[in-house]
Nanobody, 115 residues
Framework: QVQLVESGGGLVQAGGSLRISCVAS????????MGWYRQAPGKQRELVAS???????RYADSVKGRFTISRDNVKNTVYLQMNSLKPDDTAVYYC?????????WGKGTLVTVSS
C-alpha cells in the first residue's frame, strides 16, 4: 500500500516560481515511474512530468523549459520545480506513482497563478 501526499501549492503571480512536493509513505523502491498530473477546471487531467527510477524524464510540451521534476529516493519525495508560471498553469496538481501495475494518486495540491 502506498500513500502519496502533496504539499507546496499556493497562489503566485505570473512569472513567479513554486516548488511542490510529494512524499510517499514507506519506500519509493519499486514505484516506477512517478509523476505529476494536473487538472484545470473544466478540463481533463493531463500529464505534466514523469520520472523513472533510471532517471528518464518526460515533460508535457506546455511546460518544457519551465518545469523540472526530480526525485529523492532517500527522502521518498518527488519534486516539481515550476518557473515562469503562467495563468494557464492554474490547476490542481496530483502526484502519481505506479507500483506492481497499480496506479496510486495523492489528493492534490492547488496551484493558482494570477495575471
Amino acid at each position: 500500500q502506498v500513500q502519496l501526499v502533496e504539499s507546496g501549492g499556493g497562489l503566485v503571480q505570473a512569472g513567479g516560481s513554486l516548488r511542490i512536493s510529494c512524499v510517499a509513505s514507506g519506500s519509493m523502491f519499486g514505484i516506477n515511474p512517478m509523476g505529476w498530473y494536473r487538472q484545470a477546471p473544466g478540463k481533463q487531467r493531463e500529464l505534466v512530468a514523469s520520472i523513472t527510477t533510471g532517471g528518464s524524464i518526460r515533460y508535457a510540451d506546455s511546460v518544457k523549459g519551465r518545469f523540472t521534476i526530480s526525485r529523492d529516493n532517500v527522502k521518498n519525495t518527488v519534486y516539481l520545480q515550476m518557473n515562469s508560471l503562467k495563468p494557464d498553469d492554474t490547476a490542481v496538481y496530483y502526484c502519481n506513482g505506479l507500483l506492481n501495475g497499480r496506479a496510486y494518486w495523492g489528493k492534490g495540491t492547488l496551484v493558482t497563478v494570477s495575471s
